[in-house]
């Protein structure tokens, strides 16, 4: 069973960089039928896509956070990181990494979830 | 970008209750759509995806039909574990969007 963790600092200082790395456990993160993903949830609110990598490392980030953000892919380690630059306290969300299956028919969902951690940006 | 809207965006139900939620598409996406459920702490779990197809190891009481622009998620006979967030999302282009969530309470 594949199992995603996110880990990284759960608090960060404003205009800094938040860095977090998801660790795929349990399958290999260079399996052809997944997208592996960042996905953001703000306090009270709903979910928010950031973007995804392809295991060869073609991204797609939302253009709504596309100028600040950086996701890359460690195939050797079997892992996945989000880079978020100059950070306000409007980035202070649940992080999760998750992965995006894709089957025939250009279907995408997201069957894996790691548990989320929290960001806080604060001085 | 695609805006998914849910409604109701809360309702309270009782235990055995058949349970509708309805999510609609600002263009059409065809079925690409999927429901998830969410409990606080836990990681989002797929229920639905493709509109009607049911993810393995989801109960049948959960079930979802719809395609273009308006979706449902029916519970069947509402359980004690089935009180949680529930989100919409399409996949039909990028950016992939969410609903803003229905909450399922107890009555």
């Known amino acids: 069973q594949v199992q995603l963790q996110e880990s990284g600092p759960g608090l960060v200082k404003p205009s800094q960089i938040l860095s977090l790395t998801c660790n795929v456990s349990?399958?290999?993160?260079?399996?052809?039928?997944?997208?592996w993903s960042w996905i953001r949830q703000h306090p009270g609110k709903g979910l928010e896509w950031i973007g995804y990598?392809?295991?060869?490392?073609?991204?797609y980030y939302n253009p709504s956070l596309k100028s600040r953000t950086t996701i890359s892919v460690d195939t050797s380690k079997n892992q996945f990181s989000l880079k978020v630059s100059s950070v306000t306290a409007a980035d202070t969300a649940v992080y999760y990494c998750?992965?995006?299956?894709?089957?025939?028919?250009?279907?995408?969902?997201?069957?894996?979830w790691g548990q989320g951690t929290l960001v806080t940006v604060s001085s | 970008d695609i805006q998914m809207t849910q409604s109701p965006s809360s309702l309270s139900a009782s235990v055995g209750d058949r349970v509708t939620i309805t999510c609609r598409a600002s263009?059409?996406?065809?079925?690409?759509l999927n429901w998830y459920q969410h409990k606080p702490g836990k990681a989002p779990k797929l229920l639905i995806y493709?509109?009607?197809s049911l993810q393995s190891g989801v109960p049948s009481r959960f079930s979802g039909s719809g395609s273009g622009t308006d979706f449902t998620l029916t519970i069947s006979s509402l359980q004690p574990e089935d009180f949680a967030t529930y989100y919409c999302?399409?996949?039909?282009?990028?950016?992939?969007?969410f609903g803003q969530g229905t909450k399922v309470e107890i009555k």
């Open positions: 999302e399409q996949t039909y282009s990028t950016p992939w969007t």
């Open positions: 263009q059409s996406i065809n079925i690409y």
């Open positions: 990598i392809y295991y060869s490392g073609s991204t």
């Open positions: 349990g399958g290999s993160i260079s399996r052809s039928d997944y997208y």
């Open positions: 493709a509109a009607s």
């Open positions: 998750a992965g995006a299956r894709y089957t025939y028919g250009q279907k995408y969902f997201f069957d894996y």
